[in-house]
């Protein structure tokens, strides 16, 4: 059995030595533990980091720290279908999906790392995790069933708090080309 507290400690200690040996230009926490962060808490079997760096850290470098760590590890071309080329994914001693890092593509996912902001979820340490309004873009780009219920529990967790740039997350929006499924999705859910 997974144990994802452990393995998130594990790979963030180590995204963060690649940041300070300057390997790599920052990360952020993604996924479902990040929107579990931000929102209300959901099951979840694997860890999701967007990482900046330049493309021998996710061909050369950081699959040589995955062997060295004892992990197998999988790196994606990328295709038609699945358009992430370089993502590396890590699995766990059953082979089973434990952690995707995926590398930045675009300035505006850039930016989302660098505006990432840092939780202290340990008692020694604290993560970068993309904001909420960065996270409802992520997910509306992803796409699948799972990743719109995330949406709307990010936002009416927004709504709750009263917390919400929404011009930080229409901007984005329109960058990634998301911005038709986000105005959808705020006409299911009232007055944001």
Do not use: C, H
């Not at 579990?36 to 996710?58: G, H, M, W, Y």
């Amino acid at each position: 059995m997974k144990n994802l507290e452990k393995e998130l400690i594990v790979f963030a200690k180590q995204l963060q030595k690649a940041k300070n040996e300057n390997k790599i230009t920052g990360f952020a926490l993604i996924g479902a533990l990040a929107v579990s962060a931000r929102s209300k808490p959901r099951a979840t079997q694997d860890i999701d980091f967007l990482v900046s760096a330049e493309n021998d850290f996710f061909s050369e470098i950081f699959p040589k720290t995955i062997k060295e760590m004892g992990y197998s590890y999988k790196i994606f071309k990328g295709t038609a279908d699945d358009p992430i080329k370089g993502l590396i994914r890590i699995f766990d001693k059953n082979d089973d999906e434990l952690v995707d890092i995926i590398p930045v593509f675009w300035k505006w996912q850039e930016e989302m790392v660098n505006s990432a902001s840092s939780i202290k979820l340990f008692e020694n340490l604290s993560i970068p995790i993309a904001l909420a309004e960065d996270l409802v873009v992520l997910k509306l780009k992803a796409g699948g069933p799972q990743d719109l219920v995330d949406v709307q529990e990010l936002l009416k967790a927004m709504k709750l708090l009263k917390n919400i740039d929404k011009d930080r997350m229409f901007a984005f929006a329109k960058r990634a080309g998301v911005d038709r499924k986000l105005d959808s999705v705020l006409k299911n859910i009232s007055e944001i």
